[in-house]
């Protein structure tokens, strides 16, 4: 039994000198009635060991009082003795009384325990759960210490029976009693240890990745349609720790991974903790820690499912239908094609420019997807369309995610003859799972080019042809001296880097690499460094395993060795599974140690430490292609890389320089670089750099800054170290390098966002010198262009009037014909700023710039449709005659009454926000109330985003006006829910639905539903709100309430 309660049972911690309690849960339950089911039946299947007296008493504290003792007990107010004695005259039960109904119990048989816990009764669990806590160790007290529960081998029985085997004595008899009492002893323990075995093994322990995918699994389901198993379920915190749980250290050492809030359709909004031994409800966990009481509160399941559908009964039949079950099969196989997506690693080689997505492309991706879903293993045969380039790295990195794993390698086909026998170090089937990338230079589908037999070849195929054969069979000096005469030959030209290949030239260069001669090494990487150019020769180099060989250099003590083996492997992680490869084997971690050189400045350069900053170099390049993938950004901060880019960040030498800010801008896309780069002093160094020579170098610093000036503090500090100056300055320098254009102006366009910046901008003329852009540049470039005009117009009106004076209304307009959709969300945003002038509206209008928005809500893309109605809605306001302008777009008001049926609340809130302007004519009203727009409002009114909330209210208020509106509304039940939204924490929610309820309560009907919904105690406390408006429609629809209900009243009276 001491096996059991040290490995088996589960103990409370023990504090402040005490001792550790049983825990309360089914393993201990099942322990301590099995206890109880043993002692209480041992002395009628063995009554000479039950009789066998203990060398020590088991005692502990009862709360059976003495008279509950009768029979063979000799009881008085304060004790209790059996009349069965042992040897020495001493009761083998004995109870003495400690304290008020507190008593102290000591038992020296099992024969007398067994009789106590009949007596017990009721309390028969609470006494065996004592008995277990202060006696942890029973067999010893029973038998002996000698007997005692031991780590390690146990011989006390083999002890035991060699004493009786020996013993002749009269004492012969009761060590058999001894011995056959802990037999029976062990016996028990071993069967209390295989049913936990057993209990365990079944256990249920899940993992972070689990709770994930079931969370996402369960989204899904989510929502206020009819369809829904639940209304929303959320995590509680956003922040993820590396290990993937989102629970606070201090928690993920009971075991939490997270916690997750989850709100039914009949029930009250449930806090969950998942842990790794299950899930189960708690008091409350909230962001803020001191509100959040961790504290179980029931019983275990083992996933969300199964607790939801003890909570939930709805829940419960909805997931057991036949209609849910397709309904969720057909959900559930997207979320499986999302998460082995998600699995799947990303590669993000974003640039400071935008690509552009035509319809029919969209639709050939979408086709392929659909392909690789069902036949994993097969590649799709189209060839991918040639990626631009994007600054919007946010959205690309979104997209990328959803693209990773459409896209499979073409099998390789065989290098040689030689390759075809010999086992590749990198196995092919790895191809199938490898990471995404979105790099325009990549060559996942370059063809293999091979020199035809019968086509004429020059003579430098047939002397690298000789000089390999001297490389296979020739001695070190022979090896040496080809090596060098390799070298001699044009290696960047394609001829010759396809020769070695084809006469088996990389298979003996990449074995060289494993030999222990140095100077064979430094040819074999030099050459290898340089062919490595070439898209096929990566390819084979990798099939070959020579990035392996590669990887394991870099500890060499030679630095020029490291060098080579660094550029070379920069060279070789132009594709997914060479990156892959290098951070398997451990290259990240080793790329990462050669940049940790001496401190620049800090003493004087001599030839080592010139050699140190070009290994350090070297590093940098390899870890700039390493970077394009996601998982290699976290290994890159996972060893350290942070701290020693942001310390080479500040050399003067521009060859280190451009591999640190690329691989800084590459990271950049994740918060986690992003908020390193800001605290570790990096911007005012990516800030100095934009003010120097080299064109490449300021491209990758305003890269860099453009990805980090997301987060407003990035952008303040762009500001204070007086980077604005120098991005306005690159938009005339940069006139003719594109690349560096469309990265200026994507840092300008993100520094725009915040108001200071943009008076900084105005004093720099940058409005106009941005305006000028706007004709006869790349796609890349407008998009930035457009996006920081938006952003410039959007903030202040004399900026408005700037891009009007300076001609930028017409090109802004004409880009609204285009059809690359990241252009088509900023140029839609931009008109939508310029049209709050009245004067500019006059120019947008006389170019047909509304009815070209307007086309746009028929574009696929939600975030087109959403700016787009945005957009509409400036347009509609300072419009000279907005009525008999909108009523001219044939189909219009059709269109964007059927855009409530969109899915996206951005869409519905853009949506909204328009019908409301509409509605402000009267004739127009009356055209969307034939078309239904009614009660498409009155089903979006459940909607708990206060966004959409807001401009639905404002929709509903405006289409009260007309005819019976007001009564409709009533009749498709978006009162009640209306009145949810006085709860809200936005004020401007507040004035909406106080305009909206206002309306409605001119409606009898309307009135008894709002005063049922409680409506007017919220009223009366805004009707003291600072804002007039609100206060006007709060009052008014209290006084509406009170005279129906005035009214009623004098009906009665009468």
Avoid at 75 to 84: G, Q, W
Avoid at 153 to 159: F, G, I, K, M, V
Avoid at 617 to 639: D, F, M, P
Wanted: hydrophobic fraction near 35%.
């Amino acid at each position: 039994m001491g096996q059991s309660l040290t490995r088996a049972a589960q103990w409370t911690s023990v504090s402040d000198g005490g001792q550790g309690k049983l825990e309360f849960n089914q393993a201990n339950e099942a322990l301590v009635n099995s206890f109880i089911k043993f002692v209480e039946g041992f002395p009628g299947r063995h009554p000479q060991e039950a009789a066998y007296v203990f060398k020590t008493p088991l005692e502990w504290q009862t709360t059976v009082t003495p008279s509950a003792f009768s029979g063979d007990y000799e009881t008085s107010d304060d004790a209790v003795k059996s009349k069965a004695r042992d040897k020495n005259d001493q009761p083998l039960l004995k109870v003495d009384k400690l304290g008020e109904l507190n008593y102290k119990i000591q038992v020296s048989s099992l024969e007398q325990l067994s009789n106590f816990l009949k007596i017990a009764g009721e309390k028969k669990v609470v006494e065996a759960r004592t008995i277990l806590e202060v006696n942890k160790d029973p067999v010893a007290k029973m038998l002996g210490d000698g007997f005692a529960t031991v780590e390690g081998d146990d011989n006390s029985t083999l002890r035991l029976l060699d004493q009786t085997n020996k013993d002749d004595s009269e004492s012969a008899a009761d060590m058999q009693t001894k011995l056959r009492l802990l037999l029976l002893a062990q016996q028990f323990d071993m069967q209390l240890m295989n049913q936990y075995l057993k209990d365990k093994s079944q256990e249920v322990r899940l993992t972070p990745q689990q709770i994930n995918n079931e969370v996402r699994l369960l989204q899904s389901f989510a929502g206020d349609d009819e369809t829904c198993a639940l209304e929303s379920i959320k995590f509680v915190s956003d922040y993820e720790f590396d290990n993937g749980c989102r629970a606070p250290p201090w928690r993920q050492v009971h075991g939490d991974i997270c916690y997750v809030k989850i709100k039914p359709l009949d029930a009250n909004e449930v806090s969950v903790t998942a842990n790794t031994a299950g899930v189960y409800k708690n008091k409350g966990v909230e962001k803020e820690k001191e509100n959040s009481d961790y504290e179980k509160d029931g019983e275990t399941f083992k996933d969300l499912v199964s607790l939801l559908s003890a909570v939930s009964p709805k829940f419960r039949d909805r997931i057991t239908s036949k209609e849910f079950a397709l309904h969720e099969e057909k959900k559930a196989e997207q979320m499986v094609t999302y998460i082995e997506d998600a699995d799947d690693e990303a590669d993000y080689g974003e640039r400071p420019t935008e690509r552009g997505e035509k319809g029919k492309d969209e639709k050939e991706e979408k086709s392929s997807k659909q392909q690789s879903n069902k036949k994993s293993k097969k590649k799709s045969a189209e060839k991918p369309k040639k990626l631009q380039a994007t600054l919007n790295w946010k959205n690309e990195k979104e997209n990328e995610n959803e693209q990773s794993g459409e896209k499979k390698d073409k099998p390789e086909k065989k290098i040689s003859r030689q390759q075809s026998v010999k086992k590749s170090k990198t196995p092919a089937f790895e191809e199938d799972y490898s990471e995404s990338s979105t790099e325009s230079e990549e060559e996942e589908e370059t063809s293999d080019r091979r020199q035809e037999q019968n086509s004429d070849l020059p003579s430098e195929y047939w002397q690298i042809q000789k000089l390999v054969k001297y490389l296979k069979g020739g001695n070190q000096t022979a090896t040496v001296i080809a090596l060098c005469a390799m070298m001699d030959f044009n290696l960047g030209q394609e001829t010759c880097q396809l020769a070695i290949r084809d006469v088996g030239g990389l298979e003996v260069l990449i074995n060289l690499l494993e030999t222990d001669e140095i100077k064979c090494k430094i040819g074999s990487l030099k050459i290898l460094k340089e062919i490595s150019k070439n898209t096929q020769i990566r390819r084979a180099i990798a099939d070959l395993g020579g990035l392996q060989t590669m990887v394991a250099i870099l500890k060499a003590s030679n630095k020029d060795l490291k060098c080579l083996a660094a550029e070379t492997i920069a060279n070789v992680a132009k594709f997914r599974r060479a990156r892959r490869t290098v951070r398997q084997h451990g290259g990240i971690r080793k790329l990462v140690a050669l940049l940790d050189c001496a401190p620049f400045g800090s003493l004087p350069m001599t030839d080592d430490s010139e050699k140190d900053v070009t290994v350090a170099k070297c590093g940098a390049l390899a870890l700039w292609s390493c970077s394009k993938s996601t998982k290699n950004k976290q290994a890159i901060r996972k060893a350290g890389g942070i701290p020693l880019l942001a310390r080479l960040l500040k050399s003067d030498h521009e060859n280190m320089l451009i591999p640190v800010v690329g691989t800084l801008q590459e990271c950049a896309s994740e918060k986690s670089y992003r908020l390193a780069i800001r605290t570790e002093g990096m911007i005012e160094d990516l800030v100095k750099n934009l003010s120097g020579e080299n064109e490449e170098l300021q491209m990758h610093c305003a890269s860099a800054i453009f990805k980090c000036a997301e987060e407003k503090a990035t952008r303040d500090l762009v500001r204070q170290y007086g980077g604005l100056d120098p991005l306005a300055a690159l938009l005339t320098k940069g006139s003719e390098n594109k690349e560096l254009l469309a990265a200026a102006t994507g840092a300008i366009w993100k520094c725009a966002m915040s108001a200071e910046n943009v008076t900084r901008f105005q004093d720099l003329k940058t409005i106009e010198a941005l305006v000028t852009l706007l004709n006869d540049q790349p796609e890349e470039v407008l998009v930035n262009v457009v996006g920081a005009l938006g952003e410039c117009a959007a903030q202040e009106p004399d900026n408005r009037m700037a891009i009007r004076k300076a001609g930028g209304i017409p090109p802004l307009v004409n880009l609204l014909t285009g059809t690359n959709q990241a252009l088509l969300v900023n140029v839609t945003k931009a008109v939508g700023a310029c049209a709050i002038e009245p004067d500019n509206m006059g120019i947008i209008d006389r170019l047909d710039g509304v009815r070209l928005l307007w086309s746009l809500l028929k574009n696929h893309n939600p975030e087109v449709q959403s700016s787009a109605a945005w957009a509409i809605c400036p347009c509609i306001e300072n419009a000279k005659d907005a009525g008999e302008m909108v009523r001219s777009f044939v189909g219009g008001l059709e269109l964007i009454v059927s855009l409530l049926k969109s899915e996206d609340k951005e869409v519905l809130a853009s949506v909204c926000a328009a019908i409301a302007n509409i509605a402000k004519d009267e004739e127009n009203l009356a055209v969307i109330t034939d078309h239904g727009v009614v009660p498409m409002l009155a089903k979006l009114a459940s909607t708990t985003d206060d966004k959409l909330r807001r401009h639905l209210a404002d929709a509903i208020a405006r289409c009260c006006m007309w005819g019976n509106n007001r009564v409709a509304f009533g009749q498709n039940g978006a009162v009640a829910p209306l009145v949810k939204y006085l709860k809200s924490p936005d004020s401007n929610v507040h004035r909406a639905t106080a305009k909206a309820l206002y309306q409605l309560s001119r409606d009898p009907n309307n009135c008894i539903t709002m005063h049922e919904s409680g409506v007017v105690k919220l009223l009366v406390d805004m009707v003291g709100a600072d804002d007039p408006a609100l206060q006007e429609a709060a009052a008014g629809c209290i006084g509406n309430i009170r005279r129906l209900a005035l009214a009623n009243e004098k009906a009665r009276s009468k």
